[in-house]
């Protein structure tokens, strides 16, 4: 008989209780968080990270997240020779950002490269990072790198957050299957709603973990489509959130500006795991769990940006929260029917 783990709550099944708040403006709400263990910390006056998507993050996004103040990863998707070449030229402009690699085909060699370049961050770029290789790739580059620090994932339970936690990993992304171009709980039938993964990721860093300085992060990637969902990400416990579709369409994301059938402008946004990711990387497609489609164009991402600031800050101040620290400490929720999307959303339009 099929086990049953646990009842999952999703963005949408809940909303976040307003409370007394002595709060005059969303502006003076601290947005600032820390992410990764004390030796190996990195800063972020905006936590949010672009996703290492070929449709998301490339160079121009890695800097524009910087001067955000958040960070990018440089996605993984281009021949090794660009992606030194990439990496070197923002430590040369003083960015801070990650780079995404695998965990197979030389990777110890192509991370010594990177941090012999300067790279301060590598993502171990994985699937499923409840896989013994991601946690064995992690283990080798935390004894080979100790100074580097190391991203990896995805993980969707607390069994695997704790073993990439103890095979060295400084945040864990957590989140499988609810990725805006991805399929994989479709085809796969796998998958746990994100915000249940990071409420129990979140328990198993308050039972087993260590709170404060010497935490391993919990990045919030998917399924999360506007700063409300973000808001409730922080406040099940997520230390940053990583976003694909919400920055894809920009000036800053890879590719060209189209126009479709109905002469809108659009720029192409796609899974890493779509049949056209693939097939653009391997030459071959094995499973495809994600879909190629377009967004509309948006321009330029620093307004993106300043928007998902302000709606952080707005999040906060209704919680009565002075920064995004004490939104799990502070905030209540409550569950809500299906009714409540409809209610929530504008009634004029």
Request: include cysteine; proline fraction near 3%; hydrophobic fraction near 40%.
């Amino acid at each position: 008989m099929i086990e049953h783990k646990i009842d999952a709550l999703c963005f949408d099944d809940i909303l976040l209780v307003p409370q007394k708040s002595s709060i005059s403006s969303r502006h003076s709400v601290n947005t600032e968080m820390v992410i990764g263990r004390k030796e190996r910390m990195i800063k972020l006056s905006l936590p949010i990270i672009a996703a290492p998507m070929d449709t998301v993050c490339d160079i121009d996004m890695c800097i524009a997240m910087h001067y955000a103040g958040g960070m990018g990863i440089l996605h993984r998707y281009m021949s090794y020779e660009d992606q030194l070449a990439k990496a070197k030229n923002l430590v040369s402009l003083g960015i801070v950002f990650g780079v995404a690699i695998a965990s197979n085909n030389g990777f110890i060699k192509q991370a010594k490269d990177l941090v012999d370049a300067g790279v301060a961050c590598l993502l171990v770029d994985t699937a499923n990072g409840h896989g013994k290789y991601a946690v064995d790739a992690v283990k080798e580059l935390r004894v080979k790198f100790p100074n580097v620090h190391i991203m990896a994932g995805n993980v969707a339970t607390a069994d695997g957050f704790a073993r990439l936690a103890a095979a060295g990993a400084d945040s864990i992304r957590v989140g499988i299957g609810g990725g805006s171009a991805c399929t994989t709980r479709l085809v796969s039938g796998h998958g746990i709603p994100t915000l249940a993964s990071i409420m129990e990721c979140d328990q198993w860093l308050e039972q087993y973990g260590e709170y404060g300085t010497d935490t391993c992060s919990i990045i919030a990637d998917g399924g999360i489509r506007n700063s409300g969902d973000m808001v409730k990400a922080f406040a099940a416990g997520a230390h940053a959130v990583m976003v694909g579709s919400m920055l894809a369409g920009t000036d800053e994301a890879p590719g060209q500006i189209l126009n479709n059938e109905n002469g809108q402008s659009v720029k192409a946004f796609r899974g890493m795991a779509s049949a056209e990711a693939q097939k653009d990387a391997s030459g071959n497609v094995s499973v495809a769990e994600g879909v190629s489609t377009t967004v509309p164009y948006k321009g330029p991402v620093a307004p993106i940006l300043d928007k998902i600031r302000g709606g952080l800050g707005s999040g906060c101040s209704y919680s009565g929260c002075h920064n995004i620290f004490e939104l799990p400490v502070i905030s209540k929720y409550v569950k809500v029917s299906s009714n409540s999307l409809n209610e929530s959303r504008p009634h004029a339009l």
